[in-house]
C-alpha cells in the first residue's frame, strides 16, 4: 500500500504570512494527490483536488502543486479563517485511499 | 442541496454489532460509489471502505476486512456499514462522502456518527 507522509504536524503562523505544507507519497502517485481542511468539530471539506485544481468555492489563496512523490499546498496570505487541520490523500483507481497524518495549523 | 446525514452511531460493547446509515439526498445516488472513512478521536482520517455506484464492487481498509460490510439501497438512496465483531481501536466517528466522476476527492461529506466501543 502506499503511504503518505505529511509535515509538519503542526505549524503556527502569523496572519498574513504564507504557509507551506509538503506531502510525500511512497511511490510514484502521478497527480492523485487532494487536499482536505477540517475545522474542530467539522467534517473534512475538499479544497484541492488532482494535486494542483482548486474546487469551486474555494478562496484562490489556496493553491496545490506537484506530481509523482511529491506535493504541496499552499495558503499565500494567511487568514484568521484558516485555523484549521490540514490534510493530503492519495486517490487512485483502486483503494486504500491513504491519508496523510494531518497539520494542524495556528494562529501565531 | 446536496446532502448526507449518518445516524447509527452508539456506545457497543466489544465484540458486539453495529450498523450505520448514511441518508443521500439532493442528487442522484444511484450514480455515485460512495465511502466510508472515520476519525478517532485526536487522530488523522482513515479511509474505511467503498461501494460502486452499483453495489458490484466493494473494497476496505485492512484493519476492517472480514468484520464490517458496505452496502447500499438505491431505492432508499441510502448507504450502510454493518460493523461486527467490534474493538476498541474501531472507536471513531464516521463519516459517509461521495466518489466523484472523472475528478478526484471525495465531496461531499456527512456530519458523521460517532461510534464507541467499550465495555
Known amino acids: 500500500d502506499i503511504q503518505m507522509t505529511q509535515s509538519p504536524s503542526s505549524l503556527s503562523a502569523s496572519v498574513g504570512d504564507r504557509v507551506t505544507i509538503t506531502c510525500q507519497a511512497s511511490?510514484?502517485?502521478?497527480?492523485?494527490l487532494n487536499w482536505y481542511q477540517q475545522k474542530p468539530g467539522k467534517a473534512p471539506r475538499l479544497l484541492i483536488y488532482d494535486a494542483s485544481n482548486l474546487e469551486t468555492g474555494v478562496p484562490s489563496r489556496f493553491s496545490g502543486s506537484g506530481s509523482g512523490t511529491d506535493f504541496t499546498f499552499t495558503i499565500s496570505s494567511l487568514q484568521p479563517e484558516d485555523i484549521a487541520t490540514y490534510s493530503c490523500q492519495h486517490y487512485d483507481n483502486l483503494p486504500p485511499y491513504t491519508f496523510g497524518q494531518g497539520t494542524k495549523l495556528e494562529i501565531k | 442541496q446536496e446532502q448526507l446525514v449518518e445516524s447509527g452511531g452508539g456506545v457497543v460493547q466489544p465484540g458486539r454489532s453495529l450498523r450505520l446509515s448514511c441518508a443521500a439526498s439532493?442528487?442522484?445516488?444511484?450514480?455515485?460509489?460512495m465511502h466510508w472513512v472515520r476519525q478517532a478521536p485526536g487522530k488523522g482520517l482513515e479511509w474505511v471502505a467503498l461501494?460502486?455506484?452499483?453495489?458490484?464492487?466493494?473494497y476496505y481498509a485492512d484493519s476492517v476486512k472480514g468484520r464490517f460490510t458496505i452496502s447500499r439501497d438505491n431505492s432508499k438512496n441510502t448507504l450502510y456499514l454493518q460493523m461486527n465483531s467490534l474493538r476498541a481501536e474501531d472507536t471513531a466517528l464516521y463519516y459517509c462522502?461521495?466518489?466523484?466522476?472523472?475528478?478526484?476527492?471525495?465531496?461531499?461529506w456527512g456530519q458523521g456518527t460517532l461510534v464507541t466501543v467499550s465495555s
Open positions: 511511490q510514484d502517485i502521478s497527480n492523485f
Open positions: 461501494i460502486w455506484y452499483d453495489g458490484t464492487k466493494k
Open positions: 462522502s461521495r466518489a466523484r466522476v472523472l475528478k478526484g476527492g471525495f465531496d461531499p
Open positions: 439532493g442528487f442522484t445516488f444511484s450514480s455515485y460509489g
